[in-house]
Protein backbone atom coordinates (compact mmCIF):
# COMPACT_ATOMS: atom_id res chain seq x y z
CA UNK A 1 0.00 0.00 0.00
CA UNK A 2 1.55 3.20 -1.26
CA UNK A 3 1.24 6.01 1.28
CA UNK A 4 1.30 9.98 0.16
CA UNK A 5 1.52 12.42 2.41
CA UNK A 6 0.74 15.99 1.00
CA UNK A 7 1.08 19.57 2.17
CA UNK A 8 1.24 23.68 1.44
CA UNK A 9 -2.59 24.31 0.51
CA UNK A 10 -4.21 27.11 2.63
CA UNK A 11 -6.00 30.83 1.72
CA UNK A 12 -4.74 33.04 -0.59
CA UNK A 13 -6.12 35.97 -2.61
CA UNK A 14 -6.59 36.13 -6.30
CA UNK A 15 -3.34 36.50 -8.01
CA UNK A 16 -1.23 35.02 -4.88
CA UNK A 17 0.99 31.59 -5.19
CA UNK A 18 0.93 28.82 -3.36
CA UNK A 19 3.45 25.42 -3.55
CA UNK A 20 2.32 22.21 -3.37
CA UNK A 21 4.22 18.39 -2.19
CA UNK A 22 3.80 15.32 -2.36
CA UNK A 23 6.16 12.59 -0.97
CA UNK A 24 5.33 8.67 -1.73
CA UNK A 25 6.15 5.65 0.37
CA UNK A 26 5.78 2.01 0.85
CA UNK A 27 5.33 1.09 -2.84
CA UNK A 28 6.08 -2.35 -3.50
CA UNK A 29 6.65 -1.41 -7.06
CA UNK A 30 8.38 1.36 -9.22
CA UNK A 31 6.27 4.21 -9.25
CA UNK A 32 6.24 5.59 -12.91
CA UNK A 33 4.46 8.76 -12.77
CA UNK A 34 3.16 11.18 -10.30
CA UNK A 35 0.42 13.92 -10.34
CA UNK A 36 -2.37 16.23 -8.98
CA UNK A 37 -5.53 16.41 -8.97
CA UNK A 38 -8.48 18.57 -7.69
CA UNK A 39 -12.04 18.85 -6.97
CA UNK A 40 -14.35 21.76 -6.46
CA UNK A 41 -17.59 21.12 -4.64
CA UNK A 42 -20.13 19.63 -6.92
CA UNK A 43 -17.51 18.69 -9.25
CA UNK A 44 -15.35 16.23 -10.91
CA UNK A 45 -12.01 15.35 -10.17
CA UNK A 46 -9.90 16.63 -12.62
CA UNK A 47 -6.25 16.20 -13.51
CA UNK A 48 -4.35 19.32 -13.01
CA UNK A 49 -0.88 18.16 -14.08
CA UNK A 50 1.22 14.84 -14.22
CA UNK A 51 4.86 14.01 -14.58
CA UNK A 52 6.50 10.56 -15.23
CA UNK A 53 9.65 9.19 -14.31
CA UNK A 54 11.00 10.15 -17.63
CA UNK A 55 10.19 13.91 -16.85
CA UNK A 56 7.65 14.60 -19.20
CA UNK A 57 4.68 16.74 -17.67
CA UNK A 58 1.05 17.05 -19.17
CA UNK A 59 -1.35 20.01 -17.88
CA UNK A 60 -4.52 20.89 -17.67
CA UNK A 61 -5.65 23.81 -20.48
CA UNK A 62 -6.99 25.78 -17.89
CA UNK A 63 -3.64 25.83 -15.78
CA UNK A 64 -1.04 25.93 -18.43
CA UNK A 65 1.02 29.08 -18.10
CA UNK A 66 0.70 29.32 -14.47
CA UNK A 67 1.10 26.12 -12.78
CA UNK A 68 4.12 24.27 -12.75
CA UNK A 69 5.09 20.72 -11.48
CA UNK A 70 8.44 19.06 -10.70
CA UNK A 71 9.77 16.68 -8.96
CA UNK A 72 11.73 13.43 -9.13
CA UNK A 73 9.36 10.23 -9.64
CA UNK A 74 12.39 8.30 -8.86
CA UNK A 75 12.82 9.52 -5.50
CA UNK A 76 8.89 9.41 -5.42
CA UNK A 77 8.39 13.18 -4.56
CA UNK A 78 6.73 15.76 -6.85
CA UNK A 79 5.95 19.49 -6.27
CA UNK A 80 3.29 21.52 -7.93
CA UNK A 81 3.88 25.66 -8.21
CA UNK A 82 0.61 27.02 -8.30
CA UNK A 83 0.99 31.03 -9.59
CA UNK A 84 -1.74 33.48 -10.84
CA UNK A 85 -4.03 31.55 -8.62
CA UNK A 86 -7.89 32.35 -9.45
CA UNK A 87 -10.90 31.82 -7.20
CA UNK A 88 -12.28 28.95 -9.87
CA UNK A 89 -8.59 26.92 -9.18
CA UNK A 90 -10.44 26.65 -5.64
CA UNK A 91 -10.60 22.83 -4.92
CA UNK A 92 -9.50 20.10 -2.65
CA UNK A 93 -6.02 19.07 -4.11
CA UNK A 94 -5.19 15.17 -4.50
CA UNK A 95 -1.80 13.80 -4.99
CA UNK A 96 -1.35 10.62 -7.06
CA UNK A 97 1.23 7.58 -7.80
CA UNK A 98 1.08 5.09 -10.40
CA UNK A 99 3.14 1.70 -10.89
CA UNK A 100 2.21 -0.72 -13.55
CA UNK A 101 -0.35 -2.14 -10.99
CA UNK A 102 -2.07 0.42 -9.54
CA UNK A 103 -2.66 4.07 -8.56
CA UNK A 104 -2.78 5.19 -5.22
CA UNK A 105 -4.60 8.80 -3.85
CA UNK A 106 -3.56 10.99 -1.08
CA UNK A 107 -5.47 12.89 1.29
CA UNK A 108 -6.23 15.57 -0.24
CA UNK A 109 -5.01 19.31 0.79
CA UNK A 110 -7.53 22.33 0.33
CA UNK A 111 -7.01 25.09 -1.71
CA UNK A 112 -9.27 28.63 -1.53
CA UNK A 113 -8.69 31.52 -3.07
CA UNK A 114 -10.55 34.62 -2.69
CA UNK A 115 -11.68 37.21 -4.76
Same mark, same amino acid.
Given at each position: *? /?? %??? $???? %?? *???? =? !?? %? $???? =?? $?????????????? +??? *??? !??? #??? @?? #???? &??? @??????????? /? @?????? !? *???? %?? +?????? &????????????? #?? #??? /?? /? @??
Amino acid at each position: *Q /VQ %LAE $SGGG %LV *QTGG =S !LR %L $SCAA =SG $SRFRINAMGWYRQA +PGK *QRE !LVA #GIT @SG #GLTN &YAD @SVKGRFTISGD /V @SKNTVY !L *QMNS %LK +PEDTAV &YYCNADTWRSRSW #GQ #GTQ /VS /V @SS
